[in-house]
């Protein structure tokens, strides 16, 4: 059972991350746009700096969860590297039940109400005369909490198959 659910999550994970992939494409290209309109035509936009810091966030936040899927994020592994399997599964699930979960739901939490209160009263930018709409991406914020929370369930999982079987 615990394999079906981290197939299943992972998959989700491995797909979200390949499609935020894309945005660094869109990212550049903006960013070359507004290189080139400030510098080469003197007419610089409204809207570069938002929409730049809209798709880095966007790509770093959902990107997330695939960087936990193929053990990315940084960890020190000065101690964990020597242990045999069973043992860094211990190490993982008590760092999951301890530091991980505790922290992802009180994001989830905190990122719900900040993307709900943003949703109701229309919040918008003030960081440029273009102004526009902040809650889609506060709402990206809320849904890359919950992938990296789903994706840490998946390793949990796996985590507790290992310690229970010896190997994944």
Known sequence: MFSSVSKFIDSLSLWSGKMVAWLVIPNVLALVYEVIARYILKSP???SYEVTYFFYGTHFLLGAAYTLLIKAHIRI???YMHLPPRGKAIVDIIGYLTLFFPVMIVLIYAGAEFTIQSWEMGEKSGLSPW???LYPYK???LVSFICLFLQGISEFLRSITILLRGDE
Do not use: G, K, N, S
């Open 139 to 141: 709402a990206v914020l």
């Open 45 to 47: 936009t409204i809207w």
């Open 77 to 79: 592994d000065v101690i």
């Open 131 to 133: 102004r526009p709409h």
